[in-house]
């Protein structure tokens, strides 16, 4: 799977939006781009994944560059309960068996 | 977590205790997972499982064991324990997907596990 490269940590005040970036520029044609987070140790959260096109769901809207080197998951208007902190991942759909690998992720804190 | 459930959610040990760590699936997927997570680091992958009576190594597996007797059971075990097994436990499931379609990983909420 390839690497991914994100800020260590991030502010954004409340209401307003949560641009999150991640680089990811080994990313092969059949690999998958995910987003998790994990508030205040509980288990991962899945937040959106997307393969070339943008994609948006009920949490958030994620924005992949057209060579599919670089992302951004968008929280469109961040609350206090969203500070945690984002894993970006990206894997092959099941061909065989690989299991997700998360790096350090970057840590969001919302500031009221 | 809707869908899966880790048993016990804290658990102190003494050194060289042994004990088992549950997680159970009620979303009939195939494929299980068992992570750790320490202080300021991402998830380490210990043991996965592909579908029931299957097993296979991940990145940290020395010091567990684990079993997937039934589909909806993942079980992790600590033959001996030691201070640096010291950690958080998630457990994660997820069903191979179409072909087509890419599908998220499901996770509990977690065992917090202290060994003295």
């Known amino acids: 799977d390839a690497k991914t490269t994100q800020p260590p940590s991030m502010d954004c005040a409340e209401g307003r939006a949560a641009n999150l970036p991640c680089n990811h520029s080994?990313?092969?044609?059949?690999?998958?781009v995910y987003w998790y987070r994990q508030i205040h140790s509980q288990g991962p959260q899945y937040i959106i994944h997307?393969?070339?096109n943008n994609e948006t769901n009920e949490m958030a809207s994620l924005i992949i560059t057209e060579d599919r080197k670089s992302s951004t998951l968008i929280l469109p208007h961040a609350t206090l309960r969203d500070t945690a902190v984002y894993y970006c991942?990206?894997?092959?759909?099941?061909?065989?068996?690989?299991?997700?690998?998360f790096g350090k992720g970057t840590r969001l804190s919302v500031i009221a | 977590n809707a869908g899966v459930t880790q048993t016990p959610k804290f658990r102190v040990l003494k050194t060289g205790q042994s004990m088992t760590l549950l997680c159970a699936q009620d979303?009939?997927?195939?494929?299980m997972y068992w992570y750790r997570q320490d202080p300021g680091m991402g998830l380490r992958l210990i043991h996965y499982?592909?579908?029931?009576?299957?097993?296979a190594k991940g990145e940290v597996p020395d010091g567990y064991n684990v079993s997937r007797l039934k589909k909806q059971n993942f079980l992790l075990g600590l033959e001996s324990a030691a201070p640096s097994q010291t950690s958080v436990y998630f457990c994660?499931?997820?069903?191979?997907?179409?072909?087509?379609?890419?599908?998220?990983?499901?996770f509990g909420d977690g065992t917090r596990l202290s060994i003295l």
């Open positions: 994660a499931s997820i069903s191979p997907p179409p072909w087509d379609r890419a599908q998220p990983q499901h």
């Open positions: 997307g393969l070339k």
């Open positions: 080994t990313i092969s044609g059949n690999e998958y």
């Open positions: 979303m009939n997927h195939e494929y």
């Open positions: 991942i990206v894997r092959v759909v099941y061909i065989g068996n690989t299991p997700l690998v």
């Open positions: 499982s592909v579908g029931e009576g299957t097993t």
